[in-house]
């Protein structure tokens, strides 16, 4: 910004009061003077916005502003603006008081002429005497004394007034620089932060590179072989005759619908119908445990319960925003390796296994069935990891309101035609034998499931079968002490665990391993015999 020498006007031929004796070269002096004295405060305005213009032209060229730096950009037009308001109204401030000088200088030209006309004037009055020559001076000086006077102290009050403007500009423009260099420092934070976050979201895109997409009709054909080898086993298994002594305790088959949280009731019988029933119940127990254990949509190397827990925070993020979920979901994957999921998956399938065969002895599970399940479940848990890595989530459900829409399957050897039997009918919706597998983000169905329907024939055999023992002598002359009469119908839950408290499990398992114990000695008492 320029500024106004104040020592122009204390320098003023004017103000020294020397106009008469310097004459009209002292006039025209001193106007050149004053046009000189503003020339370089000109000179330094302008300079000074040129270099405020380079200022802003390097600041457009090196600074990478985005969307969020654009307020910035805003800010630093309007302030050029104001400023440029500024420089202008300087200019005119510069300008009147050039106009102002020239006005003085032609007042000074008036004054000369009007100087030479009285010269001229006391030239020709002078033999009328010097009293009135002196008297015409003395009002000449006077006259051009008392104008020089006004005029100084008018140019001097103006001069005043925009030194005062321009200190307030020069104030104002300060503090706009300041605003400036603030903004500046903000936009650089902000490309700063800017550039963390390209990283984070460089770091998240390369873990979601981890995830690729499904093939759903491959995929649906490895649950089909899985579903297939687990009734394989289970038929292996559980198709085979129980020792007739395991008949007689009465508790063991009344306690067995509740223990092992299945709507069914078991007759204690090595017929077709018996057997099949508990096969039924055999792959819902396993079913069960493959869900809550194995169909997880991310597994967690610390916990079951936190896989479980994980699972409830991805479908919650999935009903908000999908890319949020699959972006959790590929971050968890990503933070272990492949070898610490594997140990993992191996240690909790060996548990599940113990599990379930520790559920199913009491129908005739033994160490060869906890091998056999354990493969499976490893096996399973292989072909899940690949719904683990997909680019959409893969869900497993046991329950039917999912999609309505959607059809289970059914397994026909439970449905065999049977003869019209009059008995009850269970009172529940229906038994998952194998979950059903889906997609919720596009509603594609990738396995159906399979269940069992309480009008399913072996079903309806299988309750005539057990009111048939409850009717006979056999169930009222039953070894241990219980209620009499016809068991009441149990209210069981199609999900994981079982009808009995922990303690009233574990006792149940203790007292079946003492009649199983005395059973094997009967019957090898019976073969030495």
Not at 55 to 65: A, D, E, P, R, Y
Not at 108 to 117: A, F, N, V, Y
Not at 324 to 346: G, H, P
């Amino acid at each position: 910004m320029s500024s106004l020498n104040p020592s122009t006007s204390r320098n003023s031929p004017i103000t020294n009061g020397t106009v008469l004796a310097k004459g009209t070269n002292a006039v025209s002096s001193t106007v050149g003077t004053s046009n000189d004295s503003f020339a370089p405060a000109a000179t330094q305005a302008s300079k000074a916005w040129r270099d405020f213009e380079e200022t802003l032209k390097t600041l457009t060229q090196h600074s990478q502003i985005f969307s969020t730096m654009m307020e910035t950009m805003d800010e630093q037009t309007a302030l050029k603006t104001k400023v440029q308001q500024k420089d202008l109204r300087i200019g005119k401030l510069e300008s009147s008081i050039e106009t102002q000088a020239e006005q003085t200088a032609k007042h000074w030209q008036k004054w000369d002429k009007e100087k030479i006309e009285l010269e001229h004037q006391l030239s020709q009055v002078r033999s009328q005497g010097e009293l009135k020559v002196k008297d015409v001076e003395t009002s000449l000086m006077a006259k051009a004394r008392d104008s020089s006077e006004k005029q100084n102290s008018s140019h001097a009050r103006e001069i005043r007034e925009l030194k005062k403007e321009l200190n307030t500009e020069k104030k104002k423009a300060a503090a706009q620089t300041d605003e400036l260099e603030k903004a500046n420092a903000k936009a650089k934070k902000v490309e700063l932060e800017l550039g963390h976050h390209v990283n984070r979201l460089k770091e998240w895109e390369s873990c979601i590179s981890l995830l690729k997409p499904l093939d759903l009709k491959s995929f649906e054909g490895k649950l089909k072989q899985c579903f297939v080898r687990c009734c394989t086993i289970i038929r292996e298994h559980f198709l085979q005759d129980l020792p007739e002594l395991l008949f007689e305790d009465r508790d063991r088959w009344v306690e067995l619908p509740r223990f092992l949280n299945v709507p069914l009731n078991f007759p204690p019988t090595n017929t077709p119908v018996a057997k099949n029933i508990r096969v039924a119940a055999a792959l819902h127990v396993v079913a069960r445990r493959i869900t809550t254990d194995v169909f997880r949509p991310c597994c967690i190397p610390k916990s079951i319960e936190t896989s479980e827990a994980i699972k409830d925070i991805l479908v919650d993020q999935f009903e908000t925003d999908k890319k949020k979920e699959r972006i959790t979901r590929a971050l968890l994957q990503s933070t272990y390796t492949s070898q610490e999921v594997e140990l993992f998956m191996k240690q909790a399938v060996d548990i599940t296994s113990k599990d379930i065969a520790e559920l199913l002895n009491p129908i005739g599970a033994n160490e060869a069935f906890r091998k056999d399940i354990e493969q499976l479940l490893h096996d399973i848990a292989g072909v899940w990891k690949e719904a683990q890595q997909s680019m959409k989530m893969v869900e497993a459900s046991m329950t039917d309101d999912d999609y309505e829409e959607w059809q289970w399957a059914h397994l026909d050897e439970f449905n065999s035609t049977v003869p019209q039997l009059k008995t009850v009918i269970p009172k529940f919706h229906m038994l998952t034998l194998f979950p059903r597998v889906y997609v919720p983000e596009d509603g594609s169905c990738v396995f159906s499931g399979y269940v069992l329907r309480p009008t399913d024939n072996v079903v309806v055999a299988a309750e005539h079968e057990y009111y048939q023992w409850v009717a006979s002598k056999k169930f009222k002359s039953g070894r241990a002490g219980g209620p009499s009469g016809v068991p009441r119908r149990l209210s069981v839950r199609n999900d994981e665990g079982n009808g009995l408290k922990p303690g009233e499990r574990q006792a149940f398992l203790e007292k079946q391993r003492l009649r199983q114990v005395g059973s094997n000695t009967q019957n090898g008492n019976r073969g030495e015999g």
